[in-house]
């Protein structure tokens, strides 16, 4: 596993070209600003982690990539195209988004093979293909033990195994990941990171990961930044960012050892 990992920071296939550019994001909820001008762009094939202290707007950057949130200045450009005004379920579409939210993403009164279902009945014309598929992802997930359990009776790792999965019935372009290792026991955390290079190593995708996790994180990305007080602060290849001072002011802490 750690191999992999290595090997995969060292391939020459990742291209030098945005597939999400986000130009002077600004998120407003009411009266207070969120993310003042944020910038920031994700190369394609690129896996990038987004870092910050709990409410530093990681999500709500996400949410608005996705366009569940409009901002209030500013834009999204997704694959060069100005995607600003386009709606979610266009963007998901078109652009093959995928997304893993912070918190729920499944049917609580559907099984395990339901959610996976309800997804599959939506991208997959083919019935075998669709069934083919959720078995694959049952046995890449290790799901088989709950396969016909309503999802409100999972675990919390057990339902982030089953919302990751969810993301990857529809073939994708750019996976984004709202803290997917949260819960997750340290043998379910590789093997999610293990998926996450993979899906970059052989389908070329791109993938943004927040989460609080720092060394989990930062052992299978590229590249991450630390958002802070609205701002990206800093950002760099894992081994620069844990020494970047202001990284270390504003998220890691002194002593934080990766
Ligand atoms: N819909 C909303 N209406 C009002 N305020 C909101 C809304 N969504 C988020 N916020 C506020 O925006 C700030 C950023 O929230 P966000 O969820 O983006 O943070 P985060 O960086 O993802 O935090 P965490 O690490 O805890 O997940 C928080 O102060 C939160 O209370
Ligand atoms: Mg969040």
């Given at each position: 596993?750690?191999?992999?990992?290595?090997?995969?920071?060292?391939?020459?296939?990742?291209?030098?070209?945005?597939?999400?550019?986000?130009?002077?994001?600004?998120?407003?909820?009411?009266?207070?600003?969120?993310?003042?001008?944020?910038?920031?762009?994700?190369?394609?094939?690129?896996?990038?982690?987004?870092?910050?202290?709990?409410?530093?707007?990681?999500?709500?950057?996400?949410?608005?990539?996705?366009?569940?949130?409009?901002?209030?200045?500013?834009?999204?450009?997704?694959?060069?195209?100005?995607?600003?005004?386009?709606?979610?379920?266009?963007?998901?579409?078109?652009?093959?988004?995928?997304?893993?939210?912070?918190?729920?993403?499944?049917?609580?009164?559907?099984?395990?093979?339901?959610?996976?279902?309800?997804?599959?009945?939506?991208?997959?014309?083919?019935?075998?293909?669709?069934?083919?598929?959720?078995?694959?992802?049952?046995?890449?997930?290790?799901?088989?033990?709950?396969?016909?359990?309503?999802?409100?009776?999972?675990?919390?790792?057990?339902?982030?195994?089953?919302?990751?999965?969810?993301?990857?019935?529809?073939?994708?372009?750019?996976?984004?990941?709202?803290?997917?290792?949260?819960?997750?026991?340290?043998?379910?955390?590789?093997?999610?990171?293990?998926?996450?290079?993979?899906?970059?190593?052989?389908?070329?995708?791109?993938?943004?990961?927040?989460?609080?996790?720092?060394?989990?994180?930062?052992?299978?990305?590229?590249?991450?930044?630390?958002?802070?007080?609205?701002?990206?602060?800093?950002?760099?290849?894992?081994?620069?960012?844990v020494?970047?001072?202001?990284?270390i002011?504003?998220?890691f802490g002194?002593g934080f050892k990766?």
């Amino acid at each position: 596993m750690s191999l992999l990992i290595k090997k995969f920071r060292i391939k020459s296939f990742k291209e030098e070209r945005p597939i999400i550019e986000i130009k002077d994001l600004t998120i407003t909820y009411g009266n207070r600003q969120i993310v003042e001008k944020l910038n920031l762009t994700i190369q394609k094939s690129e896996i990038c982690g987004l870092l910050g202290p709990n409410g530093a707007g990681k999500s709500s950057i996400y949410h608005s990539i996705i366009g569940l949130v409009k901002p209030s200045f500013g834009k999204i450009i997704i694959n060069g195209i100005d995607a600003t005004h386009i709606p979610t379920y266009k963007r998901c579409s078109e652009f093959g988004i995928s997304w893993v939210p912070q918190y729920g993403g499944s049917w609580s009164d559907l099984t395990v093979y339901e959610n996976l279902m309800a997804i599959a009945e939506l991208h997959i014309k083919i019935k075998d293909e669709r069934a083919q598929k959720i078995n694959n992802l049952i046995r890449k997930f290790e799901l088989q033990n709950v396969v016909n359990l309503k999802s409100k009776f999972l675990s919390g790792g057990q339902i982030r195994k089953l919302t990751i999965a969810m993301a990857m019935v529809k073939d994708t372009k750019i996976l984004i990941l709202d803290e997917p290792f949260a819960a997750l026991d340290p043998q379910s955390v590789r093997m999610i990171q293990q998926i996450i290079v993979s899906l970059q190593m052989f389908e070329r995708i791109s993938v943004t990961i927040s989460d609080h996790s720092s060394r989990d994180l930062l052992s299978c990305v590229d590249n991450a930044m630390i958002l802070s007080e609205g701002k990206i602060v800093a950002k760099g290849s894992p081994q620069e960012l844990v020494k970047n001072t202001k990284a270390i002011e504003a998220y890691f802490g002194e002593g934080f050892k990766f």
